[in-house]
Structures are given as C-alpha cells and as structure tokens.
C-alpha cells in the first residue's frame, strides 16, 4: 500500500468511526474561545467529506478552512476535560490534518 492509499484508508476508517459517534451533548450550542463547537464539526465534517468524494484532494478554498480550523481546535482541546469529548475533537483534528 503506497502513502495516499494508506492515507485514504485511515481517513475512511476514522471518518467512519467520526459517523458512529454521537456529538458530544454538552457541547450542543456551545462556544469555546469563541468558537462555535457545532460549526467546528461541522465545517470539518464537510471538508472531509468532499476530500473523499474528489479522490483525496482538496481545492484551495477547503485547504484554507481546514488549516482554520486546526488553530481553532488548538485553542480549544486544552479546555475539553471530558474523555469522550476530547476524543472526538482529536479525532476531528487528526482528519483535518490528513486531508489538508
């Protein structure tokens, strides 16, 4: 399995994983730092989703979001002291990463 193949894989597995998993209900409608926890899913979410329907590329416009968002979630994951909470953003944060 060659670099992008094995990356494809771990997005699929972890965005698979992302789908099963309820939103954190403390989180519903709330902002951390500013920033809005369902917007950050869900903007994350969105950029994901399209890097896999094009195949494993980004276009520039969801780079740029992706790239956001990453700072955004350094910013917040340190406030995040539920386990399962801070498990789905890291979870969220490793697929940006990967996809951008």
Known sequence: MNGDSEREAVVARLWQEHLDTEFPARLRG??????????????IAGCVSTWRGNG??????????????????????????DVEELQYYERLRHLATLTS
Not at 66 to 80: A, F, G, M, Q
């Open 30 to 43: 709330a902002e951390l730092e500013g920033v809005d926890m369902v917007m950050l899913d869900m903007s």
């Open 56 to 81: 494993g590329f980004p276009d520039a416009g969801r780079l740029h979001i992706l790239r956001d968002r990453v700072t955004e979630l350094d910013e917040v994951l340190p406030l995040l002291m």
